[in-house]
């Protein structure tokens, strides 16, 4: 099994800053197949990145997603109010497809 | 428009068995693989499961095999989990999560139910 570890646990920022989230994984990822996703209170997870760099429909082009083999960044180029939130990764290049633990993202 | 609609929360006692439910609509049900996934409260995503409702494929993370039992009846474009005995720790909330690219090999989600509350009293 893969075992992916975000870090940092928790990052504070002030809107309008630049947010670099990594996501290390105990194996290559096949294909780099790595996802990020947002998930809000109360709220699904929603897809922002697959492919390890593709953004997902409708996703702003502030979020980005670079990285290949066991070593995945994702990167908000300047922070608005609504990305405050919590960001998984996700791999899907081995069976059995595992999240890491999260990011919080929270205002300074 | 997509959607992804599960049952509602449920209440239930250690030992009880469970049946939840996630019902598509607005594509081709049969031809997406849809997965299941956890969250403690407060916690982090841990998938499941996978099923493909075409052919009811099923795989399964080695920590939930035998703890649960994933399905799907295409006729009705829903799919299932369930517990045949619910244990405390299974408190959590559970969603179904769609596949982006229709049958194939790639396991990443583009549309998510809102998720099922399940709380299992010991």
């Known amino acids: 099994e893969i075992v992916l570890t975000q870090s940092p646990g928790t990052l504070s920022l002030s809107p309008g800053e630049r947010a670099t989230l990594s996501c290390w994984a105990s194996q290559s990822v096949s294909s780099n197949y790595l996802a990020w996703y947002q998930q809000k209170p109360g709220q699904a997870p929603r897809l922002l990145i697959y492919g390890a760099s593709s953004r997902a429909t409708g996703i702003p082009d502030r979020f980005s997603g670079s990285g290949s083999g066991t070593d995945f960044t994702l990167i908000i180029s300047r922070l608005e109010p609504e990305d405050f939130a919590v960001y998984f990764c996700?791999?899907?290049?081995?069976?059995?497809?595992?999240f890491g633990q999260g990011t919080k993202l929270e205002i300074k | 428009e997509v959607q992804l609609v599960q049952s509602g929360a449920e209440v239930k006692k250690a030992g009880e068995s469970l049946k939840i439910s996630c019902q598509g609509s607005?594509?081709?049900?049969?031809?997406?693989?849809i997965a299941w996934v956890r969250q403690v409260p407060g916690k982090g995503l841990q998938w499941m499961g996978i099923?493909?409702?075409?052919?009811?494929?099923?795989r399964y993370s080695p920590s939930f095999q035998g703890q649960v039992t994933i399905s799907a009846d295409k006729s009705i474009n829903t799919a299932y989990l369930q517990w045949s005995s619910l244990k405390a720790s299974d408190t959590a909330i559970y969603y179904c999560?769609?596949?982006?690219?229709?049958?194939?090999?790639?396991?990443?989600?583009?549309?998510w139910g809102q998720g099922t509350l399940v709380i299992v009293s010991s």
């Open positions: 999560a769609r596949q982006a690219v229709a049958a194939t090999s790639r396991y990443y989600f583009n549309f």
């Open positions: 996700q791999q899907y290049g081995s069976s059995p497809y595992t």
């Open positions: 607005g594509y081709s049900f049969a031809s997406y693989w």
């Open positions: 099923i493909y409702p075409g052919d009811s494929d099923t």
